[in-house]
């Protein structure tokens, strides 16, 4: 049974997909039959996007209007229009995978070199999006139907709420957020919905602050469309009732309401492992079916971080080997696979 049929009364299914998933059949067969929305899983990134080697060659050319590369992500915005798959775009702004010396005086390559000027900083950012969007919508108009705009502006263990220590905090300040959706609704096709991104937004303290330093200013200005929810759970560990709480909390401000990274870490192999992350799966799936059946939060996509367990990123983020998705490393569905197929007929 495809995913993205049983869901689609409710919402897409989406799914990350890697460099190597690009290169094997299978994958790509995976992809096709049980996806409706894709997300590159890393070369939409700013890091990929932007030509090291001509930025830092030339710097005055390049110093307003930094060089561009949008080799690696056109490959799959190529496969998601052949077949006829929605592409959310990841990601525009964010302190991680955005190298260093973008946010440095003369693109210098060296993190004690002093920051680039705000004003510079704020050209910089206008042509990167303009760039980036104007590139996806020309060559392959229509395929990327949403955008996380922002990823990650705000900590959940920061008293101030911001995370400061990001470059584009601390070279533009706590408007950057506000300047990035406006060059964002400036250059976007119409349609296309503009996202923020982040992790544990279930956390009080981070959805109260998410909701108040960055979702009512910017929609004040009609500037976003909706939130993402990473979730990156943990089996063990994840209150549902508060990621519930959460999703209705968002939900009620009018947003559309996309999860955008879903996995579960698993360290445990065993049945009784699989068995607990195909209860922890079922219950989310009851959450987000039930939230939209009942008019609770208008969730429009439901992304998992990676289509099998091998190719999670968790093992090398945990330390430890993860089981985290509904797909074992031979493809083989997992009780958490029929788990969630069932969540329509039980809810
Ligand atoms: C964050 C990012 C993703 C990805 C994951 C870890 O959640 O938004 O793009 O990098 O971390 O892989």
């Known amino acids: 049974m495809s995913l993205k049929k049983v869901f689609e009364p409710y919402f897409k299914i989406g799914t990350s997909v890697s460099f190597f998933d690009m290169k094997s059949d299978k994958a ?5 039959k049980h996806y409706s929305s894709m997300t590159a899983e890393n070369e939409m990134k700013p890091m990929y996007m932007l030509d090291k080697e001509a930025n830092l060659s030339n710097p005055e050319k390049y110093n307003l209007q930094p060089a561009m590369n949008c080799d690696a992500a056109g490959k799959y915005l190529e496969f998601a229009k052949e077949n006829n798959i929605a592409m959310r775009g990841h990601t525009l702004a964010w302190h991680n995978q955005t190298p260093i010396w973008f946010f440095k005086e003369g693109y210098q390559d060296n993190p004690e070199a002093p920051w680039a000027d705000r004003d510079t900083m704020l050209a910089r950012m206008e042509w990167f999006i303009k760039s980036v969007l104007t590139f996806v919508q020309t060559e392959y108009p229509g395929v990327v139907y ?3 705009v922002v990823n990650e502006a705000i900590e959940e263990r920061n008293e101030e709420g911001w995370r400061k220590r990001s470059p584009w905090y601390q070279t533009i300040g706590e408007d950057f957020v506000l300047y990035a959706f406006r060059f964002a609704r400036k250059y976007a096709a119409e349609g296309v919905k503009l996202f923020y991104n982040d992790y544990n937004t279930f956390i009080p303290f981070k959805r109260d602050t998410i909701i108040e330093y960055i979702l009512k200013p910017l929609m004040k200005e009609k500037l976003i469309d ?11 560990d994840c209150n549902l009732e508060e990621y519930e709480r959460a999703l209705h909390t968002f939900g009620a401000l009018g947003l559309e309401i996309h999860s955008t990274e879903l996995d579960i870490h698993n360290p445990d192999p065993s049945e009784e492992g699989q068995k607990k992350l195909a209860d922890a799966y079922r219950d989310l799936f009851k959450i987000y079916v039930k939230a939209k059946k009942e008019g609770k939060a208008d969730i429009a996509c439901v992304t998992f971080w990676g289509m099998r367990d091998n190719e999670s990123w968790l093992t090398g983020f945990r330390k430890e080997r993860s089981y985290p998705l509904l797909f074992d490393d031979e493809w083989a569905e997992k009780d958490a696979y029929r788990a969630v197929i069932h969540v329509p007929e039980e809810v």
């Not at 790509?28 to 096709?32: D, G, H, P, R, Y």
């Open 226 to 236: 909706g939130l993402g929810m990473q979730t990156h759970l943990v089996l063990n």
């Open 146 to 148: 949403a955008w996380d």
């Open 28 to 32: 790509k067969e995976e992809l096709v």
